[in-house]
């Protein structure tokens, strides 16, 4: 039971992440552009490093998290 209820949450947080996803898409941001994101091309390659993206992206989440633990007490 206990993991029926896990595996629907999960399912549920994937299909909001990819909604998410699909907007921020639409919305032209530059987030896979932003200066201090990595991009190797080669001849037949590319590497792609989103390293400011991640640490904007970890810094939101942070703050977020932040606060709806505040909010929660």
């Known amino acids: 039971m206990e993991?029926?209820?896990l595996l629907?949450?999960?399912g549920v947080i994937l299909v909001v992440a990819g909604?998410?996803?699909m907007l921020v898409?639409?919305?032209h941001l530059p987030l896979g552009r932003l200066p201090g994101d990595?991009?190797?091309r080669g001849k037949n390659t590319?590497?792609?490093f989103?390293?400011?993206a991640s640490l904007l992206l970890s810094v939101v989440l942070t703050?977020?998290?932040?606060v709806v633990s505040r909010w929660r007490r």
Request: glycine fraction near 8%.
């Open 3 to 5: 993991l029926g209820k």
């Open 8 to 10: 629907i949450v999960l």
């Open 19 to 21: 909604l998410v996803v």
């Open 25 to 27: 898409g639409r919305t």
């Open 38 to 40: 990595i991009v190797y």
């Open 46 to 48: 590319r590497i792609y």
């Open 50 to 52: 989103p390293l400011a």
């Open 63 to 66: 703050i977020l998290l932040y």
